[in-house]
């Protein structure tokens, strides 16, 4: 991008016209500053000239300090250039800043200018505001800074510089901000920052350096800002930090930190903002921090912490808005006292070791939107321990000790999108009140105690994508009414007592991913329009029940569907062969009803294991596990009844040597049945992730880790904040790239709420574009989350563009196409899928290109979906510990 070769011809006739004006540049006048101001305008790229700057001209050289953006001194010299959101394009190149000798003030933030940043800007010996974040800026931070003696305001952010601080950056003495955040800088801070010590502003963050925090840190006592997240620092936290007693923001996040927070910690009393998240830390959070009296805000997750929290915390801080200790390793109760403000809006304590009941507090907290206690042991009465919470939006209870009745005042909770308290001993019935929670779009009650009918009224949530209610005591029939639920994904009343049809409204559900009514009472036939859930790709499972006529042939509509459980049931009849077009099909069980006649021949049943069709005596064909059928029929037939009722009186008898074996067993550790139950469930559970690979079809997560080593360095071919990507050659010859996140960033995704993240990734499975990358799948094992792509050849735009040779084969035709085939990719996710499909996350880095360098987008690892006018739902699912809450940056 430096070579900026449009409008070169008249650039050039321009630099000659100038040239013959040189004498009258050696000191400084308004004409000089004048004809250097036009020069510069006539360099920048179309729209060139841009319209905003119409008045700089040299024949209105008399308006000079009138002209936009430009202000002079009461001598008439130019000593502001603001030029903020003016749309420029183009470089600082021709910008002669040696013909400003009086300029105080540079401004060019929020535009397209790219190339470096000049040199010659050490020539701006007067300069005390300098700002050009939000441009395109490459290249390193020029040395000639440090010349900038009286710079007081220094803002660089979200442009593409590399390279180090520089060092001479500590000789700007008079600077009380400094901003370098989101750019590609690298090296460690240096040491001299320390000399900076009217700082009131450092912010650092989203760049690429490492290194510990330097002591010399400790001198900047007018620190009222400090934001070091998310630029890959290590070592402990010095101490001298803590002495920063002017603090209001203290954002260390998302680092490789490590060490205990002292107890000097109570010594910054004016802290109000305090990120700490994503790190190493460990040990117990000190007393003191008890004492923060304007804290609002405090992230802890994903370190390691241990050890209670201390009794006091949220006594003396009223303003308590946000606490989200997740992931750590925390035990004992709530603190007494932690919302005795009631200002908390967000509480996430969620994969902790916590018990007992909850605050008191927290009753009254109606402010509350985002709760997530999930995976801890408390064990409150959920009747009692939770308060009125209009705003409530999200919230989880999951996988507690949680006992009690639901009560219908949840059903005044009517801006909730996730309402999850599986895992728990809920009992009851569920109240019909929850039907008015019209935004509900998670409503996961499985494995209680729940007793009851299913209320016809859960009909009217609209919105909802996943339902599970398994696991339960739940009775009665299947309310017709679940038919409204036309956007359902997952739907999942397993494990009850259900009993009647299914019901041919639940047809109507043509969103279904996943359909799992097994091990209930179910009786009657299987609706012929399940035909119709086109959609149904991950599992359709009946088994279980008491469902009987004959397999409908129209079940081979259902093309994409992975995985088929219609075992233990009492479906008479043939197998129609038309199931043999269900070729995404990797599992199938038929086994145990009574099905009769030969298997059809196909790739489907020829692979299928003998398990698949066992129990069936009437069934025969050339199957593992069957006999073959005679080719005269009467007397094989007779012939084979023999045989299959002999070896049925001995499965029969063995069977029930087992059953006899079981209840003796079961007598004996009647105690230990529930945890066997939840070994059960979690076995489940892991297929259910290992399915996700199957879906694949060629290939699992084992070929993967094979192909790659176990993930060894000599397979990875890039790394980022986000984790690492690997190229793996698989047995079969196919190439993909995975990319496994990291603890940080799956952590955090997972943090906020795997089950709507795994709904995400299958849809995103299904997107199909010339220019969006395929994503084949993903799995998330031993913590870490892995999304296996295409692997594209080129790589990324960013490596294209700024590696080696690349960027000459990038003419700007190329880039034309790329930038079409990005926006056609773009306006295929928000347009073309349903429910539209946000990126929010696209970058050089986000854009592939194949070896033609057509363009694939890529990564989608914070996309979230969008239903028309659900802005909720992205903003509270998203990444709330990630928002600058201090927006200090905004200020200039
Ligand atoms: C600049 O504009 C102001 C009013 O906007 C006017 O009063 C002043 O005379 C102008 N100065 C010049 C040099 O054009
Ligand atoms: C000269 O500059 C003044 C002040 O910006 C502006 O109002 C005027 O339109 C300009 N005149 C021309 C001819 O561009
Ligand atoms: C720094 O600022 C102070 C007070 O604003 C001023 O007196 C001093 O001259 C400045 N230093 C430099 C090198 O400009
Ligand atoms: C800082 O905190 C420590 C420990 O809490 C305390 O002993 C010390 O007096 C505090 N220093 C100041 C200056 O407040
Ligand atoms: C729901 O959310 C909206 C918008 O955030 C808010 O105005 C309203 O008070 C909330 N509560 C209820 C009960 O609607
Ligand atoms: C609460 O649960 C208990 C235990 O299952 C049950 O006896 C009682 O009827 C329930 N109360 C309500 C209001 O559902
Ligand atoms: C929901 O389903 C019931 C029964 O199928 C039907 O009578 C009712 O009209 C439906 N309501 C809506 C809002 O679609
Ligand atoms: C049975 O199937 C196998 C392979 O699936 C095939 O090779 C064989 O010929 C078949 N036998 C009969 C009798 O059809
Ligand atoms: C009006 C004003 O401040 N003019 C000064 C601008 O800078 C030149 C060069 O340093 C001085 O000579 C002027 O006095």
Not at 484 to 497: E, H, I, Q, V
Not at 786 to 812: H, I, M, N, P, Q
Request: one cysteine or more; aromatic letters at 8%.
């Amino acid at each position: 991008m430096t070579n900026s070769t449009a409008a070169r011809p008249l650039f050039l006739c321009l630099s000659l016209c100038l040239l013959s004006l040189l004498p009258f540049q050696a000191s400084s006048s308004p004409t000089t500053e004048a004809q250097a101001l036009v020069k510069w305008k006539n360099s920048l790229s179309p729209p060139s000239p841009p319209p905003s700057l119409s008045s700089w001209s040299l024949t209105n050289i008399t308006h000079l300090c009138n002209w936009t953006g430009i202000a002079c001194n009461n001598g008439g010299s130019v000593s502001e250039i603001s030029l903020l959101g003016s749309n420029l394009s183009g470089t600082l190149d021709a910008l002669d800043f040696a013909s400003f000798p009086n300029l105080t003030h540079f401004n060019v933030s929020n535009n397209n200018l790219e190339g470096p940043i000049p040199s010659s800007i050490g020539n701006l010996s007067h300069l005390r505001f300098l700002g050009v974040c939000s441009n395109l800026f490459e290249g390193a931070i020029p040395r000639s800074i440090g010349q900038l003696r009286k710079l007081e305001r220094l803002d660089f952010g979200i442009n593409q510089l590399t390279s180090s601080i520089p060092s001479e950056l500590g000789l700007c003495s008079n600077l009380t901000f400094l901003a370098l955040p989101g750019n590609f800088i690298s090296g460690k801070i240096p040491p001299g920052i320390g000399s900076l010590t009217k700082l009131n502003y450092l912010l650092l963050y989203r760049n690429l350096l490492s290194g510990p925090i330097p002591t010399g840190i400790g001198s900047l006592k007018n620190l009222l800002e400090l934001d070091l997240s998310n630029i890959n620092l290590s070592g402990q936290i010095p101490a001298t930090l803590w002495n920063l007693s002017n603090l209001r923001l203290l954002h260390l996040f998302s680092n490789h930190l490590t060490g205990t927070i002292p107890p000097e910690i109570g010594n910054l009393t004016s802290l109000t903002y305090l990120g700490l998240d994503t790190n190493r830390l460990y040990g117990e959070v000190p007393e003191t921090m008890s004492r923060l009296a304007k804290l609002q805000w405090i992230t802890l997750f994903t370190n390691n912490f241990s050890g209670g929290i201390p009794q006091d915390f949220g006594k003396y801080s009223p303003s308590l808005r946000s606490v989200s200790f997740s992931d750590n390793s925390f035990t004992g109760e709530l603190p007494p006292d932690l919302c005795s403000g009631f200002a908390l809006q967000y509480l996430t304590v969620d994969e902790n070791n916590f018990n007992g009941l909850l605050p008191n507090c927290l009753k009254n907290c109606s402010g509350l939107r985002r709760v997530r206690l999930d995976s801890n042991q408390f064990t409150a009465d959920i009747t009692s321990a939770f308060g009125a919470y209009p705003n409530l939006v999200f919230i989880n209870l999951s996988n507690n000790r949680f006992v009690g009745n639901l009560t219908a005042k949840w059903g005044e909770c009517t801006n909730l999108t996730n309402l999850q308290i599986d895992g728990n001993k809920i009992a009851g019935r569920i109240p019909p009140e929850l039907g008015k929670l019209s935004q509900l779009r998670v409503l996961t009650l499985h494995g209680n105690e729940l007793t009851g009918k299913i209320p016809d009224e859960l009909g009217n949530l609209g919105e909802l994508l996943r339902l599970n209610l398994s696991n339960n005591h739940l009775a009665g029939d299947i309310p017709i009414s679940l038919g409204n639920l036309t956007k359902l994904n997952y739907l999942d009343l397993s494990r009850n007592g259900l009993n009647g049809s299914i019901p041919d409204e639940l047809t109507n559900c043509e969103d279904l991913l996943s359909l799992k009514l097994s091990n209930n009472n179910l009786l009657g036939v299987i609706p012929l329009e399940l035909g119709n859930l086109f959609a149904i790709q991950i599992l359709l499972d009946l088994s279980h029940n008491s469902l009987a006529g004959s397999i409908p042939s129209n079940l081979a509509k259902l093309t994409k569907l992975e995985n088929l459980n219609l075992s233990h049931n009492k479906f008479s009849g043939a197998i129609p062969a038309a199931l043999t077009s269900l070729l995404s099909i990797t599992s199938i069980d038929l086994s145990y009803n009574e099905l009769t006649g030969v298997v059809p021949s196909g790739r489907l049943f020829q692979q299928a294991p003998g398990s698949a069709f066992i129990g069936n005596p009437g069934l025969c064909g050339n199957v593992t596990g069957l006999s073959p059928c005679g080719t005269s029929s009467k007397s094989t037939d007779h012939r084979k009844k023999v045989s299959v009722g002999v070896s049925v009186s001995v499965c029969l008898s063995l069977l029930l040597a087992i059953l006899i074996a079981v209840i003796l067993v079961l007598w004996q550790r009647k105690k230990l049945f529930d945890e066997e139950e939840e070994i059960k469930r979690l076995k489940e559970h892991e297929k259910f992730e290992q399915i996700i690979w199957e879906r694949l079809g060629k290939f699992t997560f084992s070929d993967i880790a094979k192909a790659t080593n176990d993930f060894g360095e000599e397979y990875c071919i890039g790394i980022g904040g986000f984790g690492s990507v690997y190229k793996a050659v698989l047995a079969s010859g196919q190439i993909v790239a995975v990319k496994k996140l990291n603890a940080l960033e799956s952590g955090n995704i997972l943090a906020i709420n795997q089950q709507s993240f795994e709904n995400e990734i299958r849809v995103l499975t299904e997107v199909r574009h010339r220019h969006v990358i395929k994503l084949h799948g993903f799995c998330s094992m031993r913590g870490c989350v892995y999304l296996v792509y295409e692997f594209v050849e080129r790589g990324s735009l960013a490596k294209v563009l700024y590696g080696g040779t690349g960027a000459a084969e990038l003419d700007w035709g190329t880039r034309v196409k790329i930038v079409q085939g990005v926006a056609n990719a773009i306006a295929y996710l928000h347009h073309n899928c349903s429910p539209p499909i946000i990126h929010r996350d696209i970058t050089l880095n986000n854009i592939l290109l194949e070896s033609d360098l057509e363009p694939r987008l890529s990564d989608f690892g914070i996309a979230r979906f969008l239903n028309s006018d659900s802005s909720n739902w992205t903003a509270v699912a998203g990444s709330y510990g990630y928002m600058a809450p201090g927006k200090p940056y905004d200020q200039s």
